[in-house]
């Protein structure tokens, strides 16, 4: 053997090994982008201790609720709202129904007798997600005020439906509830 005869198979025993090299470059990269990859994705959907987590709420009571709608009409080149409340819903008028769900205080303060009452918590924005705007109710308690509390509660009442609500009430409240234990 010669000694260039060693020189060309250093060569191609060098190419080879840098053929490797770039190779095992390459499957670092991949792996450091798919980690990296997924480490973000469970950043974002996550358990993120900034975002509160809540139980769901949702029961035949609140599917009624949510189906509320408006019926749009024009008074000239105003737009008129008015609620419109299916069959399901308006079978609930004036019955004692059971609600759980979240408080959300109308006013500033620890204590509340009416307050608006939702399937999430206050604390998470009422207006994102893809389902638009979650369903609530105004709540009227029949006795005393009770504390603000971000956990859910359970409340028992009669369901109205408010004639004219552009007036200043929402247009379903549970009046004369009491909390149910």
């Known amino acids: 053997m010669k000694l260039s005869d060693l020189f060309i198979i250093q060569n191609k025993s060098d190419s080879f090994i840098t053929k490797k090299i770039k190779q095992m470059k390459k499957i670092i990269t991949a ?44 008074n000239g080149a ?9 069959k399901e819903l308006k079978a609930l008028e004036n019955k004692v129904v059971e609600l759980p769900g979240y408080m959300v205080p109308l006013h500033s303060g620890r204590n509340h007798k009416n307050f608006m009452m939702s399937v999430l918590p206050v604390m ?47 247009e379903i409240q549970i009046i004369d509830a009491e909390l149910v234990k």
């Open 31 to 74: 792996f450091l982008f798919i980690f990296f990859g997924i480490v973000q994705v469970h950043a974002q959907i996550g358990s993120n201790s900034d975002v509160p987590d809540h139980t769901p709420m949702m029961n035949k009571t609140w599917d009624a609720i949510d189906k509320m709608a408006y019926k749009v009409t024009y």
């Open 124 to 170: 998470q924005c009422q207006f994102c997600g893809s389902n638009g705007i979650p369903p609530m109710v105004e709540v009227t308690l029949k006795g005393g005020a009770i504390k603000f509390s971000e956990d859910p509660i359970k409340l028992k009442g009669k369901m109205i439906f408010t004639k004219d609500p552009l007036k200043g009430n929402s």
């Open 78 to 86: 105003k737009k008129v709202y008015t609620p419109f409340y299916p």
